[in-house]
């Protein structure tokens, strides 16, 4: 098994309020080479999940199992070291540094690792080859549309080759044509690099998409 979270409890604390329960225990497992969709509208908890599975947030109780150890037992170094070897994050915007070109953007998840350059290029190249955007290699984030931004975006949470890739809506900013275009070239790049996928979404359309569909309401979580 490659992810267990065991029985996930979250709440978040509001001055002058009671406690509002996110997550009420959750429970779920990720074979390797698997894909999972977590439906639910705004406000089910689903990216606090997505937070907690990615070692981003930590439950009030319950546990992450990756590989079969339990990642919030870890220090702030081995956490950071497993986000950036074992995992890739995309999230609904982009977040790329505007500062930087879409391939020194692809890159820099594996420079953190300490890889030159030159190091990094050919997979780089193979991935923005993949995505559909080589002729876009020198182009800064503003230069970009939307769905090139989100393009780039994936190339680098792909860039260092992780087990598990954390998807949050990844699409939710596209239009129609962008998206359906962005999740053909998003699940064939996962497919063909044998990568598992947890994908929250509101969209029921993209989720049938993936393996198996969960459902979050209200903070509990049903399959199906």
Known sequence: MLLQAEHISKSFSHSGQSDISVLENVSLT?????SMAIVGSSGSGKSTLLH??????????GRVLFRDENIHQWNKKQLASFRNKELGFVFQFHHLLPEFSAF???????????????????????LMELLGIIHRTTHRPSELSGGEQQRVAVARAL???PSLLL???P???????NTDSMLRVF???????DIALIMVTHDTGIANEC???THLHKGVLSQG
């Open 167 to 169: 998807a949050d809506e």
């Open 30 to 34: 990720l074979k390797d080479r698997s």
């Open 211 to 213: 393996d198996s569909v």
């Open 104 to 126: 020194e953007n692809i890159c820099m998840p594996a420079m953190i690792q300490g890889k030159k350059i030159e190091e990094i290029r050919p997979e780089a190249e193979h």
């Open 52 to 61: 907690i599975l990615g070692g981003l947030d930590k439950p009030d109780s």
């Open 159 to 161: 860039i260092n080759k």
């Open 171 to 177: 699409t939710g900013n596209l239009d129609e044509a």
């Open 187 to 193: 699940f064939e790049a996962i497919e063909s690099r």
